[in-house]
Each structure stands twice: as structure tokens, then as C-alpha cells.
């Protein structure tokens, strides 16, 4: 059964950091693309960046550029999201994503996903 585990979520002050895991499990994912998305109540699940298999590539929402970097550890298969000088707009379930593809920006292009992890930033 392939499972994504995200962790690392938490209740934070504006201007503070976290830093979000995605270990994933039940297939190998060689070759697919990594992304975070997130979700506020009542709204609609937006992209927070992606990252290709080979890291060589990334993208990011304008609203987390300089902010956010997402890496990823192969060996572990594992994603990251470090987030830094966070917002309370930044308040969401945030999910990670695997996608065949080498990277991609859009929901639909991800087969699978994890269940979330909360991320909480108060003023």
C-alpha cells in the first residue's frame, strides 16, 4: 500500500519556522516529482511548490517565494518543506504529493497523497 506521512506541523507566531516531512512508502518512486499543497477551511487547495526527482528543478507559488524551500532526500524518500518567516495566511492542512511526472504545478498531475499536516500561524 504506498502511503505519504506528512509531520512537522504546529502552531507558530508570525515571523517563526517550520519545517514539514513527507516520508513516503509502498512502491519506489524513482523518477516522480514531489509537491506541498495546502488547504484553509472554505477554500480550495492551492500549490506551494514542487520539486523535481533530481531536485535540478523547482517551483514555488508566488506567495511563498523567499519564504519556502523545498528539497528532498532519495535515499530516504522523504520531501521537505522549510518554511520560514511565515504569515498567518500561511495557516492551512498542508499535503504532500508524488507525480510521475518530472514536476508539475497542478493538483491533478498527482497520484498520490498524504492526509495532511496542520500548520497554524497566529499574529
Known amino acids: 500500500q504506498v502511503q505519504l506521512v506528512e509531520s512537522g506541523g504546529g502552531l507558530v507566531q508570525a515571523g517563526g519556522s517550520l519545517r514539514l516531512s513527507c516520508a513516503a512508502s509502498?512502491?519506489?518512486?524513482?523518477?516522480?516529482?514531489w509537491g506541498w499543497f495546502r488547504q484553509a477551511p472554505g477554500k480550495e487547495r492551492e500549490f506551494v511548490a514542487a520539486?523535481?526527482?533530481?531536485?535540478?528543478?523547482?517551483n514555488y507559488a508566488d506567495s511563498v517565494k523567499g519564504r519556502f524551500t523545498i528539497s528532498r532526500d532519495n535515499a530516504k524518500n522523504t520531501v521537505y518543506l522549510q518554511m520560514n518567516s511565515l504569515k498567518p495566511e500561511d495557516t492551512a492542512v498542508h499535503y504532500c504529493?508524488?507525480?510521475?511526472?518530472?514536476?508539475?504545478?497542478?493538483?491533478?498531475?498527482?497520484?498520490?497523497w498524504g492526509q495532511g499536516t496542520q500548520v497554524t500561524v497566529s499574529s
Open positions: 520539486i523535481s526527482w533530481n531536485g535540478g528543478s523547482t
Open positions: 504529493a508524488a507525480t510521475a511526472m518530472m514536476i508539475a504545478s497542478g493538483y491533478g498531475a498527482y497520484k498520490y
Open positions: 509502498g512502491r519506489t518512486f524513482s523518477g516522480y516529482g
